[in-house]
């Protein structure tokens, strides 16, 4: 069965740093792109980074770009994201996407990805 489990939130104050964490399994990790998606109340599910199979390709949203970044670790069939600088607005459920396109694509819509986490709570407070 496919699983993907996230980690690593929690509340923070602005400024502060986070590391979410991504584990995958019931996939062959490395046939799929991973992004990390955020939704906040009332919000649309919203891209924030993706990385393609190999980890040779980034994208980011430009809300993020600068302050996020994500990595993977194939050995480990994990995603991370990197959190600096956070602000209030980061504060969002945030989600681990797993998207087999066969390429080295980065995807931005999430109607793109075949598999999500449930996601674990980033809060940011001023």
């Known amino acids: 069965q496919v699983q993907l489990v996230e980690s690593g939130g929690g509340l923070v104050q602005a400024g502060d740093s986070l590391r979410l964490s991504c584990a995958a399994s019931g996939i062959t990790f490395t046939n799929y792109a991973m992004g990390w998606f955020r939704q906040s109340p009332g919000k649309e599910r919203e891209f924030a980074a993706a990385i393609s199979w190999s980890g040779g390709s980034t994208n980011y949203a430009d809300s993020v770009k600068g302050r996020f970044t994500i990595s993977r670790a194939n050995a480990k069939n994990t995603v991370y994201l990197q959190m600096n600088s956070l602000k209030p607005e980061d504060t969002a459920v945030y989600y681990c996407?797993?998207?087999?396109?066969?390429?080295?694509?980065?995807?931005?819509?999430?109607?793109?990805?075949?598999?999500w986490g449930q996601g674990t709570q980033v809060t940011v407070s001023s």
């Open positions: 996407a797993a998207d087999r396109s066969l390429s080295f694509r980065t995807a931005t819509n999430k109607d793109e990805y075949d598999y």
